[in-house]
């Protein structure tokens, strides 16, 4: 038995079943956490035959020892003749509406008492388990000031006594963006690690399921059927991502007999649908960019023209260096490459950002600067890329005269 991959595959479930019983995030997690060190020194003598079912009966037992401790009485922590709830039926009270029990933790955890950056990499934390430093890349943001956001958004919880539940559907509008953007951040770093790094990235395969169930409960909502199709825009070429050497292949690059047509067809349908609501936002224009680069299954060619306005119109609604970077490549490939170097030295200057160095290189290369591309390129590899892609830098700066 795999008791660390046994007690993983557990985690989500037993912890939102616990948060949804003790309304306690903190106090579920350390119980869980309990739980799982009891677990690995058991398991050895006696594995169980559930073991999803032995760590909700004994992270129960260690949160009601906790509440007893913590001198808390409650109807929940006295003996009580009636059987001990599953953690499926625990979460099921809790969540009504919401049919998956990832999603409503990550409606619970995006409460707006706290901040919108503070809840969502809370989020990213405790519900995606991803970790302080792939949430600090994805904010392009110091790690340490990543953790003080966490830290300070437990403390106001619990300053504050916010009870940790699944809001009822009247109250989903108000933590939507926080959700959209939890799910959307943790798809983009789980698809880089899945895709690049060659390793399986859990939440990459969930996340067609999760905004799946998001269209299907809230399909009036444009930005949730543009998040959709975004996802599936993004798996659709996923076959196409790495060579038979395994270096990553750019997006231009791909052999488009690879895409998955049903997969792009029904993000289609999808944006058709968001479109038709005349409710554009950042989620429906990048959908949108992905959109125009598949369109070369067809026509045989990339719009880059076209592209590069996608995101001069995502720019003005996402201001920010990821939008000012690809519009620099995107008006490199239409307008040449002089034009998107001007346009990359307008934007900000992010030298230990991975795909700033990457456009630069590429840019430069193609402008007839093998030195500043080779710069660049050795820039790029200095900070560390998955092993797919510094295999295809790697190529790119053996190739420069």
């Not at 519900?127 to 437990?154: D, H, M, N, W, Y």
């Not at 076959?239 to 007999?257: F, T």
């Not at 996608?310 to 920010?320: D, H, N, Q, S, W």
Request: net charge neutral.
């Amino acid at each position: 038995m795999d008791i660390g991959r046994a007690v993983e595959d557990a985690r989500l479930k037993v912890v939102a079943g616990l948060a949804a019983r003790f309304g306690d995030l903190d106090l579920a997690q350390d119980a869980f956490a309990e739980a799982a060190a009891a677990a690995v020194s058991a398991w050895r003598s006696e594995p169980p035959r559930d073991a999803a079912a032995w760590l909700w009966r004994a992270a129960l037992r260690k949160g009601l020892d906790a509440r007893r401790r913590a001198g808390v009485r409650s109807r929940a922590v006295h003996d009580r003749p009636e059987p001990e709830p599953t953690p499926e039926e625990a979460l099921m009270a809790a969540q009504a509406p919401i049919p998956d029990e990832r999603l409503s933790l990550i409606f619970a955890c995006c409460h707006p008492a706290l901040a919108a950056e503070a809840r969502i990499a809370l989020t990213l934390k405790v519900v995606c388990g991803l970790s302080s430093g792939a949430i600090a890349r994805a904010f392009l943001t110091p790690e340490p000031t990543i953790l003080q956001r966490i830290t300070r958004a437990k403390k106001k919880i619990a300053a504050a006594r916010v009870r940790f539940e699944v809001p009822a559907r009247e109250a989903w509008a108000e933590r939507l963006e926080a959700v959209l953007a939890t799910v959307e951040i943790a798809y983009a770093l789980a698809y880089e690690d899945a895709a690049l790094a060659g390793e399986g990235a859990v939440f990459a395969g969930e996340a067609m399921r999760l905004t799946g169930v998001l269209a299907a409960l809230l399909p009036d909502e444009p930005e949730v059927l543009g998040l959709a199709a975004l996802v599936r825009l993004a798996e659709a070429r996923r076959p196409a991502r790495l060579d038979a050497g395994g270096a990553m292949v750019p997006l231009a690059e791909q052999v488009v007999e690879e895409w998955d047509a049903v997969q792009i067809g029904q993000a289609a349908r999808l944006l058709d649908r968001a479109a038709a609501m005349r409710r554009t936002g950042p989620r429906q224009v990048l959908a949108a960019i992905h959109a125009a680069h598949v369109s070369r299954l067809q026509t045989g060619v990339t719009p880059w023209r076209e592209i590069a306005t996608l995101y001069e119109a995502l720019a003005v609604l996402r201001p920010g260096p990821i939008s000012a970077v690809n519009r620099a490549v995107a008006i490199g490939h239409a307008d040449g490459a002089q034009a998107g170097l001007a346009a990359l030295e307008a934007s900000e200057r992010l030298e230990a950002w991975l795909p700033w160095q990457v456009a630069r290189a590429w840019l430069s290369a193609q402008a007839g600067r093998p030195e500043a591309a080779k710069d660049a390129y050795r820039a790029a590899l200095a900070l560390g890329p998955a092993p797919a892609e510094r295999l295809y830098l790697e190529r790119r700066l053996a190739e420069l005269p």
